[in-house]
């Protein structure tokens, strides 16, 4: 059964620059895409960006291209999201989910994290 754990959320300020990590536990990460979601408060999730499980294919939602980079490093078992240039709107709960197969909006997901709050404010 794989696990996902978020970590690397926080308070930052407009501009700033937080890097995300999802951390898997209970099997290799290697054999599934990963995608990056967000859920603001009110608002429904978005998908923010995914990676296919070699880190050959990824993508982003329009929102975030140019500031949001995702990457993987297999042999740690994680995927990573470095995110720059944050706004207030970036602020939202972000979640890492994983399958077997790639994909990314608009299909299912079939393990997901905790998430991590991720607040931009001055």
């Known amino acids: 059964q794989l696990t996902l754990v978020e970590s690397g959320g926080g308070l930052v300020q407009p501009g700033g620059s937080l890097r995300l990590s999802c951390a898997a536990a209970?099997?290799?990460?290697?054999?599934?895409?990963i995608g990056w979601f967000r859920q603001a408060p009110g608002k429904e999730r978005e998908g923010v960006s995914c990676?296919?499980?070699?880190?050959?294919?990824?993508k982003y939602a329009d929102s975030v291209k140019g500031r949001f980079t995702i990457s993987r490093d297999n042999a740690k078992n994680t995927v990573y999201l470095q995110i720059n240039s944050l706004k207030p709107e970036d602020t939202a709960i972000y979640y890492c989910?994983?399958?077997?197969?790639?994909?990314?909006?608009?299909?299912?997901?079939?393990?997901w994290g905790q998430g991590t709050q991720v607040t931009v404010s001055s």
């Open positions: 989910a994983a399958r077997r197969t790639w994909g990314c909006w608009g299909v299912q997901f079939d393990y």
């Open positions: 209970g099997s290799s990460l290697e054999y599934y895409a």
């Open positions: 990676i296919s499980s070699s880190g050959g294919i990824t």
